[in-house]
């Protein structure tokens, strides 16, 4: 019975405290009406995001929907770097390396309280804005795709795909990836061994990166269709995978694929 009490009274605790707030917010907006024209408008927009960011956050004692009897999931996998989400989100170029298992794990690691705290100045619809460092800044040693293993391209490709998902990329956009994924690890030249694998890693990495150039500066005529594997850029790069690989012979040393 005083179980049952005490927690009848901190949601009502709760819910006082949220509608105290939330006249404080309406009395400073009413106050900065009452200025006139003079009113910054930055501050309405600082006043929307703040009421805003209380709708959308959980109330401190809002109880969690915990579901009885619902398993554990078959996979935890672990997200990718800030900075690659905030990638995606604005729809931009991100190698696929921040998408290995190998760097997001990585990516969780490193994510420390102390790098969490380190914050920048950023500019949010003309607001500024403190926000974190680990949002704006790409990890120094990244693997490039070119180095990627044929095993890493598929793992990360098919998590990259879901992520761009999740953060509602155009459909156009979605059906386009999908489409040169699943055209580029069903090639023929996948059977030719590490030295047809070489090649699609390397036509992943140059056409990905020239595609998503195109989508922030479009060409008066269109941009390509990248589902499209295009075969003399594949002969283009096997021949520069063979020359590599001469080379490297000549000089005695060992040619890594």
Not at 125 to 154: G, H, I, S
């Amino acid at each position: 019975m005083s179980n049952t009490w005490n927690a009848k009274r901190e949601r009502r605790r709760g819910l006082w405290e949220s509608e105290h707030e939330e006249r404080e917010a309406n009395q400073r907006e009413a106050q900065q009406r009452e200025r006139g024209t003079g009113r910054d408008q930055g501050a309405d927009k600082e006043i929307q995001h703040t009421r805003n960011s209380r709708a959308q956050s959980p109330r401190v004692n809002e109880a969690p929907n915990l579901v009885a009897g619902k398993p554990v999931p078959e996979a935890i996998e672990y997200p990718p770097a800030c900075f690659a989400i905030k990638r995606l989100v604005e729809q931009d170029y991100i190698k696929l390396s921040y998408f290995t298992p190998e760097r997001c794990k990585e990516a969780a690691r490193s994510k420390s309280v102390a790098s969490q705290e380190i914050f920048t100045i950023a500019k949010d619809d003309d607001v500024f804005a403190l926000k974190p460092v680990a949002n704006f800044k790409a990890k120094c040693k990244v693997t490039q795709d070119e180095d990627l293993t044929w095993e890493q391209l598929c793992i990360a490709s098919t998590n990259f795909l879901e992520h761009i998902v999740i953060k509602k990329w155009p459909v156009n956009m979605i059906e386009a990836m999908h489409a040169f994924f699943f055209h580029l690890t069903n090639y023929k030249l996948r059977n030719k061994g590490a030295d047809g694998l070489k090649v699609l890693i390397l036509y992943q990495a140059r056409v990905m990166w020239e595609w998503h150039h195109q989508i922030k500066n479009p060409p008066c005529n269109g941009i390509f269709d990248i589902g499209i594997i295009d075969s003399y850029a594949l002969r283009t790069l096997k021949d520069q995978v063979c020359d590599a690989k001469r080379n490297a012979l000549l000089a005695g040393k060992s040619f890594k694929a």
